[in-house]
């Protein structure tokens, strides 16, 4: 008797599309407030984070008068580049806030591409957030009960709705009651008619810092995005923090209450761009010490260390420069792939196609390979690249990976597939050996990974880092998930195209 | 301090856009239930309706388990036709309903365009109508006091807003409990899981016809809309009347206070199709008769009674049958025009373009000339035309209007210019003739027009029909217009595009 | 072991894809010298002229240092109108030519969109035409033996080659030339960087026009695209004569051996608009008058005359003025058609879709109805239209004609069915009546015919008019016809789209 | 007095329109015969070139009875990828070649685009290729005198003619005819009707390779286009050689009068993919060891080694294992970028945007850094990236370039700026170092690159191969540069769009 059509899309059970079998961060927000030409350098920014979320991406501009939009699916290059100068051109004001999405394609989830606007009693608002809200389907039902029309899936319109019914007066009031009543590891930026407001949530498991550039200030969700147009770091904000930036300055406040904090330790392992520096480390740096630590932790003889491209190529070296073993190219990435390049038929993927990597035979054929990859989600990938390295010549094969077994889902706003699919949840290290086709496969240790990122060990008893993807500790209460079999579905049309 | 940027579009005080000087009905409606194939019916039935509104056409359809749209500016034909045969594949299901609109253009309106659809507590349902809720600024002003969050301009989402916090249990008491909050002239069709309900204003100033084709059930606008797929006329919708159409078959309902009928009696003169029946009369006869009528009243002598095409033909048929002249078609108009194509510059303007007319030259030189149109609204076209005439040699021109004056705007879902442009608001009928250029001019009188119709004559204290346009005598009270000056302004985003 | 797949599209064997069961003319031309302006007035005078052709239009502009072009498939309005500001901009320069054309549609087929250009030893010129060159493929086969590169399936690139080859000096003489290998009935127009050059066939078979506003000389397909721009007529162009505009004026030729004139006489029944003159005489009058003969000759006892729209409505005109009986508007045509719509599926067309035509019941019903058409090509629409005012409650249908039976299919630039597809050349007229379901069935005579053009009779030695469709006399002889069967086949690309 | 539009666009004079400040190969080519899916193959193969043009792609297949052909401005995934699937699943057939070309972008050239494709009395064929003409443009001139009509400004349609004049039998014969004509640097291939044809010029400057995939041969510029559908490298065609492929297998001729190999020394140094095998020589072993010579050749004290990426990654490996410094990713390339992001304005651009590469600060803080690039053309880039590892904190920055001065243009299908724009034809290393604001830099000698790929030293007397773009030893004549004061300009139509 239901008449769903769409999945709420924040919740891990739908398969990814995607090919290169890794987790992926679901989003990243980028706002400036005070700048003659804020929408051009959200855009840039957005381009700096497009790691974040490829899906799509969006801007809204304030101007003083009118707020202006361009959301769309692809990427920011695609949608706010040279061939859209027309459509930046009407992005005027000295305000905006712009997100990048990664999540399922599809026409009909036009409507969840972020930043959403809605207007209010006192006046309009756009908002963006990275993260995931776990009550969000909880709250939804009973607005619905309560006479709310729903837009989207998207969870940012249930706050969407708690904003305007808030009995509060400000607007930034406003907003913080709404997010009294969230539960979940998120950072949101939000744009009104005379403030840029940022708020991260109280166990800071989502990435946001605050920059500087000339008289303008940003917050955004890694410092890169601060490097490409000049913009001065200044600080990450703090867990549970709400920043409101104005033309009067930067005004912090902290009316959640104090929890420990649980930064996502996945941004150093493979989510961050390795130029970031998050809670005040270099991510390339982590990652060359994890490649120390997992070339100390398990040692093996070798010829060549050899990374999986791009995300093994740090930790590679680091492995190669503890391990004293030559560090090569063993492996070549054809960077102009795309999602978009499909393997056309099954006599054509009979032939064994290769449509991102290659071998590159002169450096593997007759020697020990250390392959050095930063996770293992489902192993589909590796078993690939091992066999694609055996066809090469390779005498030996050993998989060393930069990171714990994958064992959980995620539900903070990453993208992973269902528990059952995690290949670390079904098998243990020497089945995954034997599935992958490698002569020895080791992954670092808990306390190793703590180590790399300049902790003594993991304290089991009050974990430093939200690390619930390796160990199942979950931060943050999982309301919905609990909740799941009451869960009303949502009749949303499906728009033909 | 306002943040304005689109104006709420049920106002007469835009100016129409469009060339051809005549009001404009602003809507046309089709719903179905219980066909197979209910959306390319459907489709179908919006092209017979072509002429109610050429900006943007929609279609929702129920396939049982799901509701699918398409909603696009331009024609029917253009979105539904051949060349959109997959998307007409997907609006599958043995219920739809659809929508004609004719309004300003623009990308920022294509969420206007309807029908509109949403999620409620009970389920989604879409609806869609022709005419103009002259209270729906007032109530929505209301409602986000509430903390209603509203997306469009569209009138037609405050009944949205007004279904989902309706306390009644049913979805037809809720629809019509919100109906019941509605001031205004409509003609309302919605589409839920379970049925197809139909709702005309009290006083049933806009069209509504059920008919049958099969076991299915249709509500239209017009007779000529169930011609195009066979389908049989059953009656008129009462004015005040809710019909629900489900698969028991029809029920009718009677909910609001009753009111004295007064039918748009423009319709006969102008908006409907001349094959359509309405209110049990053939709209080509009356246009004949209102011709015959006018013979008599304005007689002069002539050599050939010339129709401003299309709309002038019939009323010029019925003229020279009673005033013993030969009909001809002296002026040829060019079908392909379309409303795209514009005088590129002022060089080529100032050669006279004639892009929609042109004299027939062999018909009208040397003759007297009696030219017969419909209306005269700001009298742009008719100067244009009359020039033309004589250019071409007519000796002496005379103008013969199928209507009275038309001194006031509308506010019932007509697309009418500001009152200080109607040329009938400022000018007597010879300062008009000395304007157009004419030898003589003549409009049909107030009585003239209702015998025409088949009434003795207009009946002054209880108006048969709503003449306002003629007379200023509106039946349904004004309420945004005269509470114009308080109105909040939405702050809706400006899409750059 | 042939590679076909396109055929020569000149031919008349292919089936007309349209369904409005009427011969075609395939062309319509427009050029322009010495205007500001001349790529917007041409874009106006080919809007002009889309009745004569409607699948694909194009201008090729000369600014005194480049030509521009813009070709594409679809209307003028669509292509070079308001929406298109930007391309018509581009065409810049004070003389272009223009083109539209009646074609097999298809992406394959764009190349075919004329005017064509090439850059000759002498520089580019662009050139266009309407008719048919009968013996192109013979013509071509010699080419491509001795090397010659074909680009398209358009005879008109064959005329292109013969001016690269030829041995003649100057542009003129070049073009000359080549037109005198070339047998067929056309009217040619070329823009060099010089001149405007028109042709037309010995026999005149097709028209072209000379005309002037201010400074610019026309040389275009039929008046009314004169009309348009404002621009007054000056003379038809004659049989054989070669115009060429240049700056010094123009410079008429008559180089080709003299013909006896063969004008179309099918221009007046159907081809030209009414608001034309063509060779002297009114087209509208000419319909008219044709109507009124046929009154004459086949008198039958009416209550109501009513044209199938839009075509039949001068004639009928004509006819119920003769007859001393009632026109009336009994059948009415939906304007918005358009060729995109087509009926669904078999369920939808089994309700008897009424898409372009709509009977008005109310002046049907109960009536002795004489039904005025153009002609009778495949008869399938006349039976739709029968069967509809039948439904209608006529009481008796009788039909008149204004042509003639069409016996014989056109090798001369016009689109026909192939001859056994035309209904008079397998059906007696009694045949034919019974098959269409009328009371009565009667064609205008041949005599009728020309009278009605102003002629004593037909001279059947020396007949004043091209009339082959209707005789079987072709006044000039068919090469490629009768040579059909050795013709090589082109491999053209089939391009993916 | 010319009516010039459109440069001829193989000469090296325009401006590369390329940010990256590095010559471009202009193409790839691939061709397979036998295939049963021959067109997806092709486009896996083209995706694999990718690197070898990104302007366009083109793909022509053959089915037995028809040629297919897709041809589009941008990349092979956009144009033949799963967005696509419509497209590639019309090219049908067991044969087809295709290419990627690296050229000026703008609507004008889409009819450059490669394949190209003719209609011969023969019967219809495709060819392409990877090179350029030097005497094109002469031949060209010869061929429009008499008669022959060109449609592009591709020196590719050159061949075409001169294939269609030939008087030779049989298709190899007047292919081979025509390429006696030809002067060029080249690899051609060519699909007909029964064959696949590849030719590479006497003196083999451009690569093409033989492969095999079960009974389908392949013809291609690289091996890595073999490795990615997983077929087998058989051989590299020969200098002078020619191979047709057909049902019967593969041919070999001779025909052209034997010249010394020259291949192009550039493909080792950046053009070539680093997987690919030239020559028998592994690319990125060539990359590696010219490192390590350069690292003897100008050794420097450093903290760092630091590859300017991607091209200089493989030299940077080589040069750092051999001085034994730490090699380190200090510069982070986003490759998302594309080149359609431009900065979008003067303010923004003031701000120092880092579109394409970031500093990784914690690489270079405080460092002695090595920078190792591939070649230096203009010097844009370099000072740029010096400007931000500067900014970075380093302490010093030595640059390290993998070729010897870059002095001279290439006129054998490579891209490069007029020779007054390269900085080595314009300054000493000296001048280079100052402008470009390092320490120190130095370029690999010419032996040394010569050792570096295997020679004992360059032979100056019979150089092993083409160096010209360092030492201006042009081993084919430049016909048509030497010419180039007499060139007949081209008339071509400027398409507005």
Chains 1, 2, 3, 4 share one sequence.
Not at 148 to 166: N, P, Y
Not at 309 to 323: E, K, Q
Not at 392 to 400: N, S, T, Y
Not at 417 to 433: F, G
Request: overall charge negative.
């Amino acid at each position: 008797m239901t008449e769903k059509d769409e999945p709420l899309d924040h919740s891990p059970q739908h398969d990814s599309q995607h090919d290169d079998d890794h987790l992926h961060e679901e989003c990243g927000v980028f706002g400036i407030f005070g700048a003659p030409e804020a929408a051009p350098l959200t855009a840039l920014g957005l381009h700096a984070l497009q790691h974040r979320g490829q899906e799509s991406c969006g801007i809204v501009s304030w101007d003083g008068a009118q707020f202006h939009a361009h959301r769309a699916l692809g990427h920011v290059g695609e949608n706010f580049g040279d061939d859209s100068a027309k459509i930046v051109g009407q992005l005027k004001g000295h305000a905006a806030i712009g997100h990048n999405r990664y999540a399922t394609t599809g026409a009909t989830n036009l409507r969840n591409v972020q930043p959403l606007f809605a207007d209010f009693e006192f006046g309009g608002m756009a908002l963006c957030h990275n993260g995931n809200l776990t009550n969000a389907i909880d709250l939804r039902d009973s607005l619905v009960r309560q006479g709310c029309l729903f837009q989207s899936t998207s969870d940012t319109e249930t706050i969407i709705h708690l904003v305007a019914r808030s009995p509060q007066q400000t607007v930034l009031d406003r907003v913080i009651d709404a997010m009294q009543k969230i539960v979940g590891a998120y950072s949101l930026v939000c744009l009104t008619r005379d403030a840029l407001i940022g708020i991260r949530d109280p166990h800071g498991v989502r990435p946001l810092v605050l920059g500087k550039v000339g008289d303008a200030h940003i917050l955004t969700s890694e410092s890169c995005a601060l490097d490409i147009i000049g913009a001065d770091f200044v600080r990450d904000i703090e867990p549970g923090e709400v920043v409101m930036i104005t033309s009067d300055g930067v005004q912090s406040l902290k009316p959640f209450a104090a929890k420990p904090s649980r930064f996502c330790i996945f941004e150093y392992i493979y989510f961050a761009r390795p130029d970031s520096v998050m809670e005040g480390k270099s991510v390339y740096n982590a990652r060359k010490e994890i490649g120390a630590v997992l070339a100390k932790e398990s040692h093996v003889e070798a010829d060549v260390v050899v990374p999986v491209p791009d995300s093994g190529v740090p930790a590679a070296i680091g492995y190669a420069a503890a391990a004293g073993v030559p560090f090569d190219l063993g492996i070549i990435r054809n960077h102009y792939v795309g999602r978009t390049f499909i393997e056309p038929t099954d006599h054509v993927r009979h032939l064994g196609v290769k449509l991102k990597h290659n071998a590159n035979t002169a450096q593997l054929k007759g020697k020990r390979v250390v392959l050095v990859d930063d996770s293992i989600v489902r192993g589909t990938t590796s078993t690939k690249i091992v066999e694609m390295v055996r066809q090469a010549g390779a005498k030996e094969v050993h998989m060393r990976i930069a990171s714990p077994p994958t064992t959980h889902s995620c539900f903070y706003g990453v993208d992973t597939p269902q528990r059952e699919k995690l290949l670390a949840a079904r098998m243990s290290v020497e089945e995954m050996a034997e599935l992958i086709g490698v002569d020895s496969l080791a992954f670092i240790s808990h306390d190793g990974l703590y180590k790399a990122v300049g902790e003594a060990a993991r304290d089991n008893d009050k974990p430093q880092y939200c690390d619930a993807c390796f160990t199942g500790d979950y931060p943050i209460s999982l309301i919905d998930q609990n909740d799941g079999s009451n869960v009303r579905q949502l009749s949303l049309l499906a728009e033909a195209s």
